[in-house]
């Protein structure tokens, strides 16, 4: 059963449930509503880099930060298709395109991201946007376009979020997140482990996610990538068995949601990362690049994947098997 009725110390039961225990309780439900031999296989390109105007103390792209990140203005719409055809030939099944926004803003910038959006549908990818915060409207002209999913991540709770974020709120966040919902498109949401919060306000994030009108059909988790320059630089190295531990709630309260190993791969090894499958994460990012930071490489990838018996899952699966049971 699906509910978004948790209460916040049922979540803080889950997550405090002995370790292999809780794997165990993951796995199982994880089985019942997934094909775990599967994992999503997606694609991010920063299409606009640094420079931004937001202070999130842990993004290598907010302009006042010394990062060493060099700022690239919109890319073209030619490049960006070569990038996702590459994507597509190496099995990823969705492309998701960041721009180092605070928002979007109605002009020839958001022209030409609705014309990439286009583009990369026609290749037959689901097509993902990460660009800030976002009006209705906006939302609405991105879906008409044919975007798939819009990311935007709530990070943390809602309290922690102001130790790590000043220049926008939570409620902010979960505007935006509403706005997406009301154009119909799918929802990826998550956060992220190792900003120096504690395990409550990590059961309030997890709470304030599965307790949405519907629960996001991608949930990202990811472990802090320290990068040189942002004031979370120095911050401890996320370990392998919180990263586990949130995995493993997630898909728990959110038995049927895709729940992305994200940013922080590089750092774990192949048996740590089959952990994190094992507890139901199925979505991860490929290609040598997150945004800005590196990623294991899809060749990498190919041979965890071969070792662990796992296969991409398909791209749209959801709405095929929805039309077979109609
Ligand atoms: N500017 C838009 C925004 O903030 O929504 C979109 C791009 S922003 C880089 C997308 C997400 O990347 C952030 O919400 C954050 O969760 C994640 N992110 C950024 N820097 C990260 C880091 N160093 N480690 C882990 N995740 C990070
Ligand atoms: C998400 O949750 N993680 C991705 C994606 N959504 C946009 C971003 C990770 C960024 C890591 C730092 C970087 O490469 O700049
Ligand atoms: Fe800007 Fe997004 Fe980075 Fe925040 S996370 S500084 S909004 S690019």
Avoid at 40 to 69: F, H, M, W
Avoid at 128 to 143: F, I, S
Avoid at 224 to 234: D, F
Avoid at 239 to 253: E, F, G, K, P, Y
């Amino acid at each position: 059963m699906i509910r978004n009725n948790w209460l916040i110390d049922e979540v803080k039961e889950i997550y405090n449930t002995p370790l292999l225990e809780l794997i165990y309780k993951a796995a199982t439900i994880h089985r019942e509503y997934n094909d775990t031999a599967e994992v999503q296989v997606c694609t991010l390109l920063s299409i606009k880099t640094g420079g931004c105007s937001e202070d999130c103390s842990y993004c290598p792209q907010a302009a006042r930060y010394n990062t060493g990140v060099n700022v690239q203005a919109l890319m073209q719409k030619e490049d960006v298709l070569k990038y996702a055809q590459k994507a597509k030939d190496a099995g990823s099944t969705r492309f998701c395109m960041g721009a180092a926004w605070r928002e979007v803003r109605d002009n020839r910038d958001f022209d030409r991201v609705i014309d990439m959006v286009k583009g990369v549908n026609e290749l037959g990818m689901e097509v993902c946007c990460t660009l800030g915060m976002l009006t209705e409207n906006q939302a609405h002209k991105l879906a008409d376009a044919g975007l798939y999913a819009y990311n935007h991540n709530l990070d943390t709770s809602d309290t922690h979020y102001r130790e790590i974020i000043t220049t926008r709120t939570y409620e902010d966040r979960l505007n935006t997140l509403d706005n997406v919902r009301k154009a119909g498109v799918t929802v990826c949401c998550g956060g992220i482990i190792g900003l120096g919060e504690a395990h409550d306000d990590r059961i309030k994030m997890l709470h304030t996610l599965a307790t949405l009108p519907e629960h996001p059909e991608s949930v990202p988790i990811n472990a802090l990538v320290r990068v040189k320059g942002t004031p979370l630089e120095n911050n401890p190295k996320v370990d392998i068995w919180d990263m586990v531990r949130m995995i493993a709630t997630a898909r728990i309260l959110m038995p049927a949601t895709m729940v992305r190993l994200s940013a922080g791969r590089t750092e774990m090894s192949v048996a740590e990362q089959a952990l994190c499958f094992m507890a139901g994460a199925n979505s991860i990012f490929a290609g040598d690049k997150l945004l800005t930071t590196p990623n294991p490489s899809f060749e990498e990838d190919n041979i965890m994947f071969q070792l662990l018996g796992l296969k991409p899952r398909e791209a749209f699966k959801t709405e095929k098997a929805e039309q077979f049971s109609v």
